[in-house]
Each structure stands twice: as C-alpha cells, then as structure tokens.
C-alpha cells in the first residue's frame, strides 16, 4: 500500500477514534473524574507514519558540482531527509534538444528538471514539464511573494505550452556593465555610473577608444538589437493576428550603430576584448557570464553599474531567470514539487544562491545585499548595481519570436544597415517582409 493510501487510512483511524472516545468518557463516567487514559485497555494514540524514502532523479543544467552539493543538497537533505536527490539524469546544457533527448532515448528520465525559462520550449513538448497550477493550489503556494516581472514574464510564456505554470523560477539574471577602471585611469576618463544612458557611455567611448602603444583600445560595444529592443518590451510578432511588427526598431538600430562605427570600434569581438585581452573598457553582459569569468578580475581593477538606458525607458533589460520543472512522467509528483517550492521560498538556498553570484527570485532586498559574496565579486558598488536594476516588462511573447529562421531577416537588416547597403526604413521594411514568410511557414500557412 502506498504511502498516501496507509496515511488515509491512518487519517480515519484517527477521526473514528475522535468521536468514540468522547462518548465512551461520557457513558462511564461516575463523578470520579476518571479519564479515558486512566481507563484500563485505552486506546493508544495513532502514530503518523514516517515518510517512505525515496529517491527523485535531476536532469540539472544550473549548478556546477560544488554548488549542487551546497545550495540544493545539503540544505534540502535537513528538510526532507527521506528523500534523495540523483543527479544521474544529467549535468547538461539543457538548451541543446539533441542532449536531452539522447537522456530520455536511455530511460534515465528525470522527475525534476532545472534550467531556464527559455528551455520551456524544449521541456514541455518533451514531456519533461507538467503543468504546475494544480500543485501550487493544492499546496497554497502564493507567488506574489516573488519578483513581479518575473512572474508576469512566466504567465507570458506558459500560455505558449497551453499551460497555465510551466515551470517556477528559481533565480534571476539580467545584464549588467562591467568596466575596467585601469584603462579609464590610464587615460584619465570619468568613471561610468548607475543610470547612464547609452548615448552616455557612446560619449565615454569616444574618450576611450584610441590606438595608443601600439595597442588598439575599445570604449563601448552596445549590445544587441534585442536586448535593446527588450528595454522598450518591443514585441516581434502580434499574438492575435500573427503579423509581423517592428515598430520601435527604427530607435534601435541607430543606437549600436553609433557605438560600433567609432573608429576602431567596428568588428571587436568584445567578451574577449574585455576579458582576455583587457583592451575594451565598459563592456554589457548576463551577470551570470559576469560570475563565470571572476577569475579575470583577479588582475583587474574593475567595477559594475547598471545596464545603460534608453532617454525615454529607464528600464535596463527584460528579466531572464532559471527555474525548475516538473516531470509528467514521475511517479512522485507531490514530493518532487515540495522539493522544487521549498527551493523557491527557503531563504538559507536563496541566500547560498545570492552568494554564489545569481539573484534571488525573492522581494527580500537583505538577501540580494548578499550578492556575490562567495565569488568574490561582492562589494557595495556591485550591490548597488543590482538593487537599482530595474526589469523591463515582458515583452508579448509569440510562439516563433525566439526562433532562429524568424530572426534571422532582422540580424541581415542590421548587418545591411550597419554597412550602409539599405537605410533605416529599406531594411526594416524588407526584414518585416522576410520574417512574416518565415512565421508563415512556421504556422503552416
């Protein structure tokens, strides 16, 4: 018999017992003041079976081997000791379809998945994501105790997978600048601050990128058109129509063009510029590939501020997070969501996960001032970068906006723009046209 059959059964035991007792204490009773536990042959209290132990198999494709042990392990092991976690699904990159499913093709399929949000489009059609709504009514679970962007982000994405929870976050990320203070006091210019603007730090370039020494030196990169676009929550395709739209593209692109056609600028291959070469001074990127470089900032003397702005979108990036799933296949379905929501709302593996370098999904600013502390990179210039990061909303998200074939139309529009073969208008025009054909194909139309 199952352990949820034996604790039913105990259950009405016990609610039996409850209502005899009372009457069997009434009827005997003399004025003596005797008790039913005074009575001989009384009934003994049920005793509430201990939890069978068991053991749920991780496919994990956010912790290293050290921090598996540390942040999830260890601490999930003193709140639920019967259960054992097996991470002998996998340490994968879970955004690589053709990994996961050499995984399950072996049989060795998980009962809980990590990994992000973006991966919900391999999860779900995969069967590694069930939907989680029931679970977190059954168990009372109020996500409005979690970071507001991001829990609009994941009832934007859900929908996509005729869900209505796809899967929990578990951290945040979102970008960032770094900046190497040696080359800004090598050439006596203003360090860059929280807020900027990127016409800010395209100023700041100008001062910087110079050859000097022999030595080509880079200012600023920008980004990508989007993660720009991201801060205005541009859309690429309309939900209900299925049209493509760029709007808000034409303020975009001007931007990047204007940092990468600084001379000297254009063709820098900038995570190395930065972070081998140590030639690029401000340089954008996820916090997270921010944490997995800190060794190079051993022998640098660096600093962090918020992602530079739009004039009129004071917001820095959308919100990227990691999260956790649920299997349909597992048969323990109640205990593998006890053990994915504890990691949520537990604040000892929120807090090991805020030291470690990423960032809690909690409204709970004690522990993101914790930030970085086991890496090293915690100070309380980093901290304040991240206190006043501000995510922009949700962009609409379309089952194709994400795919490669649909934009790549718009990464030529850029590349043509860039070179000066089409203006504005001419390439975001032809991308508009390019991208609908491919969103068409992809509906079937």
């Given at each position: 018999?199952?352990?949820?059959?034996?604790?039913?059964?105990?259950?009405?035991?016990?609610?039996?017992?409850?209502?005899?007792?009372?009457?069997?204490?009434?009827?005997?009773?003399?004025?003596?003041?005797?008790?039913?536990?005074?009575?001989?042959?009384?009934?003994?209290?049920?005793?509430?079976?201990?939890?069978?132990?068991?053991?749920?198999?991780?496919?994990?494709?956010?912790?290293?081997?050290?921090?598996?042990?540390?942040?999830?392990?260890?601490?999930?092991?003193?709140?639920?000791?019967?259960?054992?976690?097996?991470?002998?699904?996998?340490?994968?990159?879970?955004?690589?379809?053709?990994?996961?499913?050499?995984?399950?093709?072996?049989?060795?399929?998980?009962?809980?998945?990590?990994?992000?949000?973006?991966?919900?489009?391999?999860?779900?059609?995969?069967?590694?994501?069930?939907?989680?709504?029931?679970?977190?009514?059954?168990?009372?679970?109020?996500?409005?105790?979690?970071?507001?962007?991001?829990?609009?982000?994941?009832?934007?994405?859900?929908?996509?997978?005729?869900?209505?929870?796809?899967?929990?976050?578990?951290?945040?990320?979102?970008?960032?600048?770094?900046?190497?203070?040696?080359?800004?006091?090598?050439?006596?210019?203003?360090?860059?601050?929280?807020?900027?603007?990127?016409?800010?730090?395209?100023?700041?370039?100008?001062?910087?990128?110079?050859?000097?020494?022999?030595?080509?030196?880079?200012?600023?990169?920008?980004?990508?058109?989007?993660?720009?676009?991201?801060?205005?929550?541009?859309?690429?395709?309309?939900?209900?129509?299925?049209?493509?739209?760029?709007?808000?593209?034409?303020?975009?692109?001007?931007?990047?063009?204007?940092?990468?056609?600084?001379?000297?600028?254009?063709?820098?291959?900038?995570?190395?510029?930065?972070?081998?070469?140590?030639?690029?001074?401000?340089?954008?990127?996820?916090?997270?590939?921010?944490?997995?470089?800190?060794?190079?900032?051993?022998?640098?003397?660096?600093?962090?501020?918020?992602?530079?702005?739009?004039?009129?979108?004071?917001?820095?990036?959308?919100?990227?997070?990691?999260?956790?799933?649920?299997?349909?296949?597992?048969?323990?379905?109640?205990?593998?969501?006890?053990?994915?929501?504890?990691?949520?709302?537990?604040?000892?593996?929120?807090?090991?996960?805020?030291?470690?370098?990423?960032?809690?999904?909690?409204?709970?600013?004690?522990?993101?001032?914790?930030?970085?502390?086991?890496?090293?990179?915690?100070?309380?210039?980093?901290?304040?970068?991240?206190?006043?990061?501000?995510?922009?909303?949700?962009?609409?998200?379309?089952?194709?906006?994400?795919?490669?074939?649909v934009l790549a139309p718009l990464n030529t529009a850029y590349t043509d723009y860039l070179n000066g073969t089409k203006d504005l208008n001419a390439a975001l025009r032809d991308a508009q046209e390019e991208m609908q054909k491919q969103v068409d194909t992809e509906l079937g139309k």
């Amino acid at each position: 018999m199952g352990y949820h059959k034996r604790w039913l059964k105990t259950a009405a035991l016990i609610a039996v017992a409850g209502t005899l007792l009372p009457a069997c204490s009434s009827g005997s009773s003399s004025g003596t003041g005797t008790t039913p536990k005074d009575q001989p042959g009384a009934a003994e209290p049920a005793k509430e079976t201990p939890p069978q132990p068991i053991t749920l198999k991780v496919m994990n494709g956010l912790f290293n081997e050290k921090d598996w042990k540390t942040i999830v392990v260890d601490p999930l092991k003193k709140k639920f000791p019967h259960i054992t976690l097996d991470p002998g699904s996998g340490q994968v990159n879970t955004g690589a379809q053709a990994t996961v499913e050499q995984i399950i093709a072996t049989g060795n399929v998980p009962d809980i998945v990590l990994s992000g949000v973006a991966q919900s489009a391999i999860m779900a059609p995969l069967g590694l994501a069930q939907d989680l709504a029931p679970l977190i009514k059954k168990n009372k679970v109020d996500l409005s105790k979690y970071d507001n962007t991001t829990i609009e982000t994941l009832n934007k994405y859900s929908p996509l997978f005729n869900m209505e929870t796809v899967t929990l976050p578990l951290y945040i990320n979102f970008k960032v600048m770094v900046f190497n203070k040696d080359l800004f006091d090598k050439f006596a210019v203003p360090y860059p601050t929280n807020h900027m603007t990127h016409q800010d730090a395209i100023e700041l370039s100008k001062k910087l990128t110079r050859m000097d020494g022999g030595v080509q030196y880079y200012g600023y990169n920008a980004d990508s058109h989007i993660t720009l676009g991201g801060q205005y929550s541009l859309k690429l395709i309309d939900l209900k129509t299925n049209k493509v739209t760029l709007q808000g593209y034409e303020k975009v692109f001007p931007i990047i063009k204007e940092a990468q056609s600084l001379p000297g600028m254009k063709g820098v291959s900038a995570s190395k510029a930065f972070y081998t070469d140590k030639s690029l001074a401000m340089h954008v990127d996820w916090l997270a590939t921010v944490v997995a470089n800190a060794a190079t900032f051993k022998d640098m003397k660096w600093g962090m501020v918020t992602y530079p702005e739009h004039k009129d979108s004071r917001y820095q990036t959308e919100v990227d997070f990691h999260s956790t799933y649920v299997t349909k296949t597992t048969k323990y379905p109640n205990e593998a969501f006890q053990v994915i929501n504890w990691m949520l709302e537990n604040e000892e593996i929120q807090s090991l996960i805020t030291r470690s370098g990423k960032i809690t999904v909690q409204k709970n600013k004690d522990i993101i001032s914790q930030w970085g502390r086991d890496s090293g990179l915690g100070n309380d210039e980093t901290v304040k970068a991240i206190l006043e990061t501000k995510m922009a909303p949700a962009h609409d998200i379309h089952p194709s906006d994400r795919k490669a074939n649909v934009l790549a139309p718009l990464n030529t529009a850029y590349t043509d723009y860039l070179n000066g073969t089409k203006d504005l208008n001419a390439a975001l025009r032809d991308a508009q046209e390019e991208m609908q054909k491919q969103v068409d194909t992809e509906l079937g139309k």
